[in-house]
T-cell receptor
Framework: GAVVSQHPSWVICKSGTSVKIECRSL??????MFWYRQFPKQSLMLMAT?????????EQGVEKDKFLINHASLTLSTLTVTSAHPEDSSFYIC????????????????FGPGTRLTVL | KNEVEQSPQNLTAQEGEFITINCSYS?????LHWLQQHPGGGIVSLFM???GKKKHGRLIATINIQEKHSSLHITASHPRDSAVYIC??????????FGTGTRLKVLA
């Protein structure tokens, strides 16, 4: 159980275009989803936290107009990188947390396989 | 100083060796997590613990709350164990605080 999928697994796009990445919880309801960015050989950096049905909370330094997050259902969150530029090239990973009913569900996140974005 | 420190940063072992990766932290925690990031980038949650010891197959995770220290052990290591192992904490909130990771390579 607790499987999270991401689509696409990789994408190459031209500078100036927008790219949408989907994150789905396949066998549980994800009240909270997280979007991370990871540069080569670096740690994950949290970009934003989204709760189903409400606006995402962005971390300091993350442009919310550039990285649009929608969490419209309990199984789907999307990240749209708008007007992508080469510096947006990175590995984007989502994670999901179940509805909190216990210590375990409060603390644990389940990660997706990631999406590698290359902007030319 | 980072809130979560891992050692070693890089580790090369021969197949069959017993491996230990250490994680020290400086904050109070709700839970400590050991994660495995495969070469392709996907992350798997190996353990979540707040006390004691957990075992799953060839993997063992221990935590000492008083010393603020955790270890991940791999017995009978295999080349397929090659990955980055990440220690992460939840401390008061649900946000993960990540260690810098330990890059493990197991040679056949």
């Amino acid at each position: 159980g607790a499987v999270v999928s991401q689509h696409p697994s990789w994408v190459i796009c031209k500078s100036g275009t927008s790219v949408k990445i989907e994150c789905r919880s396949l066998d549980f309801q994800a009240t909270t989803m997280f979007w991370y960015r990871q540069f080569p050989k670096q740690s994950l950096m949290l970009m934003a936290t989204s709760n189903e049905g409400s606006k995402a909370t962005y971390e300091q330094g993350v442009e919310k107009d550039k990285f649009l997050i929608n969490h419209a259902s309990l199984t789907l969150s999307t990240l749209t990188v708008t007007s992508a530029h080469p510096e947006d090239s990175s590995f984007y990973i989502c994670s999901a947390r179940e509805t909190v009913t216990s210590w375990s569900s409060y603390n644990e996140q389940f990660f997706g396989p990631g999406t590698r974005l290359t902007v030319l | 100083k980072n809130e979560v420190e891992q050692s070693p940063q890089n580790l090369t072992a021969q197949e069959g060796e017993f491996i230990t990766i250490n994680c020290s932290y400086s904050v109070g925690i709700s839970a400590l997590h050991w994660l495995q990031q495969h070469p392709g980038g996907g992350i798997v949650s190996l353990f979540m613990l707040s006390s004691g010891k957990k075992k799953h197959g060839r993997l063992i995770a221990t935590i000492n709350i008083q010393e603020k220290h955790s270890s991940l052990h791999i017995t009978a290591s295999h080349p397929r164990d090659s990955a980055v192992y990440i220690c992460a904490l939840t401390s008061g909130t649900y946000k993960y605080i990540f260690g810098t990771g330990t890059r493990l390579k197991v040679l056949a």
